[in-house]
């Protein structure tokens, strides 16, 4: 069932090229952003939507986090995204005409389903279950669902999930986008090729593992390392952090790069190693000067960035480049470093990678 990988983590990851165009295939193959992608009576409940909430547990919470910076940013709706067993308690003020998203790649995680049941006991009948598992709880529970289609995950450390999850969110993204009347056609033309071309870039991403494993000698032996990275790369770094807290039980943070000065910063030494997303885009210059903070500090800085980005190892920096920047899609590529990086020191730290201790990969419990 291995194949040539030493762990079900490997190998989801390795399929994460795969995994990714299954998911995108109607889209492509419609050749449009469409609300039928999201069930027969879709267009009725997506339209005239006043806000999205997202609500999800763990790595599903970061694919949430990340798709609000789409969801604003590109279809113009204010977005909230909640942890599931935090808004399942609280008392929310709920608008009929939000669309209610719930990730979750089990599609059986209690905190998430009873955030849902909360939210549709506030009148909010417009959800959306971003799933990986057909005919599970959570999406049984909603209006409109679009199934991943990573395939079954093994790992209890999710891996394909997340970026395939985050390719459906994206997908929602351009749909809003278009029924809000904020995607023209070329604009619609440009993601669908985008998207088209995403497999491939995650390869080219996989590519970079006999890099990333040399790298993994220099964080096995420590106890700590942080994670930075600003705008929609913020969320990539918890997920990061996470990949790395779960499988080789090192404790890992992560803050937005602007954030060190307001308190991490006291704790950069050398034995600290931070790790930095920081692509080319135009937030580049500025995690650039947080970098700078670290090293005046004596702290060792492992960099992913992309071909095109002006930056360059020195002293205490080292740096992976992922091929060139592929635009507003970039958080699903820089997703694979980090996965890659989680796997390889727990390899060198010698922990049971797919079944980290105290870890349940369906969490039905509270
Ligand atoms: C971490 C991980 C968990 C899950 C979380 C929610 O690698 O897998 O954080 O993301 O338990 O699970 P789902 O997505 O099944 O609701």
Known sequence: ELGPYSHFMQKEIHEQPRAVADTIEGVIDAGEFSAELFGPD???????????????????????????????????????????????????VANPKTLVVTLSQSGETLDTMEA???????????????????????????????????????????????????????????TLAKLQGRLDEAGEADYIDALRRLPGSVQHALNLEPQITAWSEHFAPK???LFLGRGVHYPIALEGALKLKEISYIHAEAYPAGELKHGPLALVTDEMPVVVIAPNDSLL???????????ARGGQLFVFTDADSNFHPSEGVHVIRAARHVG?????????????????????????VDKPRNLAKSVTVE
């Open 42 to 92: 879709a267009a009725e409940v997506l339209e005239g939507i006043e806000g999205v909430l997202i609500l999800a547990c763990g790595t599903s919470y970061y694919a949430g986090m990340t798709a609000r910076y789409w969801i604003e940013g590109i279809a113009g709706l204010p977005c909230s995204v909640e942890i599931a067993s935090e808004y399942r308690y609280r008392d929310a």
């Open 223 to 225: 106890e700590h390392a």
């Open 328 to 352: 507003v899609l970039s958080p699903i590529i820089h997703t694979i470093p980090v996965q890659l990086l989680a796997y390889h020191v727990a390899l060198v730290r010698g922990t049971d």
């Open 116 to 174: 849902l049941k909360y939210a549709k006991s506030l009148g909010q009948e417009r959800t959306l279950s971003i799933c990986n598992v057909p005919e599970s709880a959570i999406p049984r529970a909603s209006r409109l669902v679009y199934y991943t289609r990573a395939g079954a995950e093994i790992g209890v450390a999710s891996t394909k999930a997340f970026t395939t999850q985050l390719v459906a969110l994206f997908t929602l993204t351009a």
């Open 285 to 295: 210059e500025k995690v650039k000067s947080n970098m700078q903070e670290v090293r």
